[in-house]
């Protein structure tokens, strides 16, 4: 398998602009988690899927964010309007439960957001 | 409150030398601990894990420990290597209203000079 795979890998805006990224997640797996990294905050939770099924978006900044995943192999973080306070690097990552719930994270490489 | 937190922020070592990173919870009801390895650019990729029945764990040259009487866990690099240069991030998963959640931990850089 691939991996999960991110797009893009670097974007670079304006403020007041919509930025979508996307993911494709390992095949099989059943959970996905759109993570977020600063160097100030680490990484961050925010949002995560189970079954295609949006489980927990309670580490979502703002409304200007949002998230679907219309099929097990997509899902997109689309923000709208972006502000520089968003620039981070967005991370994709996906899992098979496993017992007990000790599951590995498989991270993509990433979508560095750059919000000018 | 569950937190995770990890000792030293950062750390400078010569190659061939080894080097211990800690991690620190109040997580409860623990579940497990995860290491993993995060090169710049990258995303974090699994070293270990570690559940409430394992005290030591190896995979290579990275060796990690869990004592879940003090909730303290280390992870020892021996003979370090360039490719060791890294942050290292402690994550512990807690079963919480029927869904297991990650507290993560704010990552040890490593760097490892020649």
Redesign the interface.
């Known amino acids: 398998d691939a991996g999960?795979i991110q797009s893009p890998r670097h974007e670079v805006t304006e403020m007041g602009q919509e930025v979508t990224l996307r993911c494709k997640p390992i095949s099989g797996h059943d959970y996905l988690f759109w993570y977020r990294q600063t160097m100030m905050r680490?990484?961050e939770?925010l949002i995560y899927f189970n079954n295609n099924v949006p489980?927990?978006d309670s580490g979502m900044p703002e409304d200007r964010f949002s998230a679907k995943m219309p099929n097990a192999s997509f899902s997109t973080l689309k923000i709208q309007p972006s502000e520089p306070r968003d620039s981070a690097v967005y991370?994709c990552?996906s899992k098979l439960?496993g017992t007990?719930?000790?599951g590995?994270?498989f991270?993509?490489?990433?979508s560095r957001l750059t919000v000018l | 409150k569950n937190q995770v937190e990890q000792s030293p922020q950062s750390l400078i070592i010569l190659e061939g030398k080894n080097c211990t990173l800690q991690c620190n919870y109040t997580v409860s009801p623990f579940s497990n601990l995860r290491w993993y390895k995060q090169d710049t650019g990258r995303g974090p990729v699994s070293l270990t894990i570690m559940t409430f029945s394992e005290n030591t764990k190896s995979n290579g040259r990275y060796t990690a420990t869990l004592d879940a009487d003090t909730k303290q866990s280390s992870l020892h690099i021996t003979a370090s290597q360039l490719s060791d240069s890294a942050s290292y991030i402690c994550v512990v998963s807690a079963l919480m209203d029927s869904n297991y959640q990650l507290i993560w931990g704010a990552g040890t850089k490593l760097i490892i000079k020649p």
């Open positions: 999960v680490g990484l939770l489980i927990d991370f990552a439960l007990g719930g000790i590995e994270l991270f993509g490489e990433g």
